[in-house]
């Protein structure tokens, strides 16, 4: 009798542990909130996969491979909610599109899935959209970005990704919390809608008013961010845009990410994000005006350079960061809702068709004339100072903007 | 390889075991040490396989040393120089990879020699294995020790389950132990105890001491990097580490111990409810057991123990802890703590010095409170210096525990400004209640598995205990819940405290 006691104890706790254990797992591979098992969208159930910013960097390394696409869009938050990644705007021939944006994205880290997926072989078209602060030497790749994850190693070697994480997470208390989450959030309107594409946007702007309390509080809360964090140089900072040559700049990611481009033989378009122009007003107060010139002419003088070097014509450089109708949209207040814009940074998909409307060529009744401008060496000075000029003109035409920014001004003294 | 990983888990342990399983099932049990030997090879040359050629060399080394020494110790012509020899070669060893850097520091500080900065990475568990080889050289030269088998004196420095932080096993008790348990093989009454003390101490490490981490670090990091603590910071911090090293050193401890068991071996207890003692004499007896042993056995007693009068006693207590401080790790704050221990010693024994024949001391439940709030006061504030890197980080901590930058001025008992703390959120504090909770007022585990004597030295106690595992059902539906509530926080893989040291 006695000796059949830990017979049974044993057999009583591997079945306690095991039954548990796969009963989380069942439950994280049903619902699979991260979208990497593959396994299918049930409307009400899962198909909104609202957790999925906690683990985007294994996600969309995940997704990407089993999306195959034809074009990829890599870039930051901008590029994540404000470029659908579906959209008959797209040319036929370059769909399936995915979105490989992060939140937060530093250079090195979009060089990365970049060239993770040149790697896949589908991949034939890529549209680059840049930030400058992606381009902060200072900044650092982001909690959850492993290099294991990748179809090419550091050297641009193949190499087998390490899938043991997927299989990880199926057994991760913190996925069965996000589980949860995602089929009791469903229904919510104030959720972010993470599409299979890789794209992103908020469900509904009234409950997203609501809850960020309104268009003006989050520009003023963005800029903020941008002014503090972002753009102005800590003592010790170092902007290495004005030194390309630095092998240690971020214009070094961007230049491979260029050359791999052209050795993948992947048609490349480069985009400066439409953040709106009191944005370019926190660069200006910061002092940072002329590296923000020399940062697009870097990025000109790099394409131009690789484009010589693969001897194929360069990738269009469109700037999409000037004064228009778009970028001067005036910032509703705590209850209105905004056209073209979130919050200063980050614009809406509308402002993105506009984007690629205009680089696709599409007759669009809304696109105004000097919305995005394609740069070379030839025209990007006399571009570079019709835009100080379109800046003098903003500021007139908006004292209530120009006073609020002069306010990052006082806080750079 | 980490316990508390994956691959160690659900591969390396598995398959370990069961090699063990089917060299019993075969009748070969004279293959399992062998096995066991390769295994924990394996295991130590997972991380640094530049290493198992050290850990070798020293133990090939020290085995024939150890056998020379011990066959002079029967022929009655001790080989004490031999003895020198050895015991200066591994403290030689563990000098060059760990000390270095140090004093050429202190050197270059002191006499300006120049040498710079010295780093040398150091091998994983070169302090446990040194430490363990040292107490052997020393029986054999006392005729005590004396293993012709070089295959069984190799598992018994490299057993997997002990090998990377102890505990520190002495030859004595486990060497006579392998080829009983071996020959007999596996039961399932051992693999049940095994397996609760596995799930038990990895829930310690995963849910309670990777917890509190995540309020202690930031604190001392701040410090560190120069940053103002105030009051509230600093307590909760010091806490917070106070039971995190317990919580993840014990968690570690339990599963060596039940994983030795899975295999028959019963190893040292290193852990006893430390924060229970009312003193710290009685704290040492119940911390790290097997390095108070080591340090007393082979080091305090050497030196003269208590024979040559207090003075002589104290000092040899003194220097017995700045060692055992600096044996932690090569710095300043290290050498600071065990001072700070020696001196909490002294007055230790002091008082009890002055007290002795005060009957009324004895069992008073006020008293004991007292004693109980000023040891763990004590132990608390010298964590602070064990944990800072710096040791203008740990006073950071220290002024922010006595109140000096915010508390005080702010009741205007100093001048100087208030300072205002970013303050730490209340989460905190729910976890070092019930981590407290858990480590002051409930019973352990070697004393709710008491009858199955689950490690070698656990103490005698007189109380009853309300909670006594058996091998029931109910405690099977238990113990599997704390073994899947550790294993499905196991994504973030963190390392054992310990491992640094």
């Known amino acids: ?413 | 390889m980490l316990f508390n990983s994956y691959i160690f888990l659900f591969a390396f342990l598995p398959l370990t075991f069961v090699g063990f399983v089917i060299l019993s099932r075969l009748g070969q049990a004279r293959w399992v040490i062998p096995w066991l030997l390769a295994m924990s090879l394996v295991f130590y040359g997972w991380w640094q396989p530049v290493y198992l050629a050290l850990l070798l060399s020293s133990v090939i080394a020290n085995f024939l040393i150890g056998a020379s020494i011990a066959r002079g110790a029967y022929a009655g012509r001790p080989q004490t120089a031999l003895l020198v020899l050895g015991v200066a070669g591994n403290l030689g060893l563990i000098g060059w990879f760990k000390y270095l850097g140090f004093f050429a520091g202190i050197s270059d500080a002191l006499m300006g020699t120049g040498f710079g900065f010295v780093d040398v990475a150091l091998p994983l568990a070169i302090s446990f294995f040194t430490f363990q080889q040292i107490a052997y050289l020393i029986d054999c030269h006392r005729g005590l020790a004396g293993e012709p088998s070089i295959l069984k004196y190799g598992l018994f420095v490299t057993f997997y389950p002990q090998l990377i932080a102890g505990p520190i096993v002495h030859h004595s008790e486990v060497m006579r132990q392998y080829e009983r348990a071996f020959s007999r093989g596996p039961s399932t009454l051992n693999i049940a105890i095994g397996i609760t003390l596995i799930a038990v101490g990895l829930f310690k490490k995963v849910v309670i001491a990777d917890n509190l981490a995540v309020y202690a670090t930031p604190v001392f990091t701040d410090a560190d990097a120069g940053g103002t603590i105030g009051f509230a910071r600093a307590w909760a911090g010091t806490l917070a580490y106070t039971l995190q090293i317990y919580f993840d050193f014990s968690g570690y401890s339990d599963m060596a111990v039940g994983l030795a068991r899975l295999f028959g071996i019963r190893l040292p207890i290193n852990f006893f409810s430390p924060y229970r003692a009312t003193s710290i004499i009685e704290f040492w007896r119940r911390w790290h057991i097997t390095l108070s042993r080591f340090l007393r056995d082979y080091l305090y007693i050497p030196l003269g123990g208590s024979r040559h009068g207090s003075f002589r006693r104290y000092s040899n207590l003194m220097i017995t802890m700045l060692l055992g401080g600096l044996w932690h790790g090569a710095g300043w704050t290290f050498v600071v703590w065990g001072g700070l221990h020696g001196i909490f010693l002294i007055i230790n024994h002091g008082w009890q010095y002055l007290t002795r024949g005060q009957v009324w001391l004895r069992g008073n439940i006020v008293v004991s409170l007292v004693a109980w709030s000023l040891t763990i006061l004590s132990v608390s504030v010298a964590w602070v210096f064990f944990r800072a890197d710096t040791f203008d980080g740990a006073l950071a901590i220290v002024y922010g525990l006595a109140g000096i930058n915010d508390l005080l001025p702010s009741m205007g008992l100093i001048g100087g400004e208030v300072y205002a703390d970013s303050g730490i959120g209340k989460r905190v504090w729910r976890w070092i209640a019930l981590a407290s909770v858990i480590a002051v007022l409930c019973p352990n585990i070697y004393q709710i598995m008491r009858r199955y004597r689950p490690g070698l030295g656990v103490p005698d106690q007189s109380t009853r205990i309300p909670l006594r595992w058996r091998p029931t059902t109910v405690w099977a539906g238990v113990t599997g819940v704390v073994l899947v509530a550790s294993l499905v926080l196991l994504t973030q893989v963190s390392e054992f405290l310990y491992f640094r040291f």
């Open chain 1, 1 to 413: 009798m006695m000796r059949r006691a830990p017979n049974r104890y044993l057999v009583a706790l591997f079945s306690v542990a095991g039954g548990l254990y796969l009963l989380l797992a069942g439950i994280n591979l049903a619902v699979d909130p991260f979208g990497i098992y593959g396994m299918p969208r049930i409307d009400g159930f899962n198909a909104i996969k609202v957790d999925v910013d906690k683990h985007i960097r294994l996600a969309k390394a995940v997704q990407v491979r089993n999306a195959a696409p034809k074009t990829i869009i890599v870039g930051s938050s901008r590029a994540m909610l404000g470029i659908p990644a579906t959209d008959p705007l797209w040319p036929e021939a370059q769909r399936p599109v995915y979105n490989l944006s992060l939140y937060g994205g530093y250079l090195y880290e979009a060089m990365r899935y970049f060239e993770h997926a040149a790697a896949l072989g589908t991949v034939e078209h890529a549209l680059i959209a840049v930030d400058m602060w992606m381009f902060d030497r200072d900044w650092a790749t982001r909690p959850g970005f492993s290099e294991d994850r990748f179809l090419v190693d550091q050297n641009g070697d193949p190499q087998d990704p390490d899938d043991t994480e997927i299989l990880k997470t199926l057994f991760a208390w913190d996925t069965l919390r996000s589980s949860l989450r995602t089929i009791s959030r469903q229904s919510r309107d104030d959720i972010l809608v993470q599409h299979p594409d890789g794209s992103a946007d908020w469900k509904d702007e009234e409950a997203w008013i609501r809850v960020k309390e309104g268009h003006r509080p989050q520009f003023g809360y963005m800029e903020h961010m941008f002014a503090t964090t972002a753009w102005w140089p800590d003592p010790g900072r170092w902007w290495t845009v004005t030194d390309p040559e630095d092998p240690q700049s971020p214009l070094q990611f961007f230049r491979h990410m260029i050359r791999t481009s052209y050795d993948k033989g992947i048609s490349s378009r480069i985009i400066i994000s439409p953040s709106h122009a009191r944005i370019w007003e926190v660069i200006h107060a910061g002092g940072l005006w002329d590296t923000w010139e020399n940062w697009k002419r870097a990025l000109v003088t790099i394409v131009e350079q690789e484009a010589d070097s693969a001897g194929k014509p360069a990738y269009e450089v469109w700037d999409f960061s000037g004064y228009n109708a778009i970028t001067t949209e005036p910032v509703s207040g705590t209850t209105g809702p905004m056209r073209w814009y979130w919050d200063g940074s980050h614009f809406k998909q509308a402002a993105g068709r506009l984007i690629l409307s205009k680089m696709f060529g599409a007759s669009a009744p809304d696109v105004p004339d000097r919305f995005g401008a394609v740069l070379n060496s030839q025209n990007i000075d006399a571009h570079l100072s019709a835009v100080r000029e379109a800046r003098e003109m903003y500021l007139i035409a908006h004292p209530q903007d120009a006073k609020e920014a002069a306010r990052w001004s006082e806080l750079n003294k």
